[in-house]
């Protein structure tokens, strides 16, 4: 089945959470700081960039998972979003559970589109 695209627009749109692989978190720890990401960004969009809000729920909302060896790539991968203008959100742990207080886990894109984010990320492994 085609990916799903927003209404009129022709382009699929997605949010991509790539996670610091050297924290070795466990499934359910990754897959909350991935769902934090998402609220942030989701929220972030909702207040400055509606229409790709909009345009990324009716294509259903796609989020992937992505994973880097080390706190450095993921720097890297914020330098490269940015510089492209891309939406990010960094997820830092309050420290109960796995990790120190503070750590950086995970970074967040988008939503944007596809053609846009995956220069980005296209490249990264699955989580």
């Given at each position: 089945?085609?990916?799903?695209?927003?209404?009129?627009?022709?382009?699929?749109?997605?949010?991509v959470?790539?996670?610091?692989?050297?924290?070795?978190?466990?499934?359910?720890k990754?897959?909350?700081?991935?769902?934090?990401?998402?609220?942030?960004?989701?929220?972030?969009?909702?207040?400055?960039?509606?229409?790709?809000?909009?345009?990324?729920?009716?294509g259903?909302?796609?989020?992937?998972?992505?994973?880097?060896?080390?706190?450095?790539?993921?720097?890297?991968?914020?330098?490269?979003?940015?510089?492209?203008?891309?939406?990010?959100?960094?997820?830092?742990?309050?420290?109960?559970?796995?990790?120190?207080?503070?750590?950086?886990?995970?970074?967040?894109?988008?939503?944007?589109?596809?053609?846009?984010?995956?220069?980005?990320?296209?490249?990264?492994?699955?989580?």
């Amino acid at each position: 089945m085609p990916p799903k695209r927003s209404p009129g627009s022709g382009r699929e749109h997605k949010m991509v959470v790539v996670v610091r692989g050297e924290l070795r978190l466990t499934a359910g720890k990754a897959a909350v700081q991935i769902a934090h990401a998402a609220v942030a960004l989701t929220l972030r969009a909702e207040r400055e960039a509606p229409r790709e809000l909009e345009a990324w729920l009716a294509g259903g909302g796609k989020k992937i998972a992505l994973e880097v060896p080390t706190l450095g790539d993921l720097e890297a991968v914020e330098r490269q979003a940015r510089a492209r203008g891309l939406p990010t959100a960094w997820v830092e742990d309050a420290g109960l559970t796995e990790v120190p207080p503070g750590t950086r886990t995970c970074l967040g894109l988008g939503p944007a589109p596809a053609e846009e984010i995956d220069p980005v990320t296209g490249e990264l492994a699955l989580l």
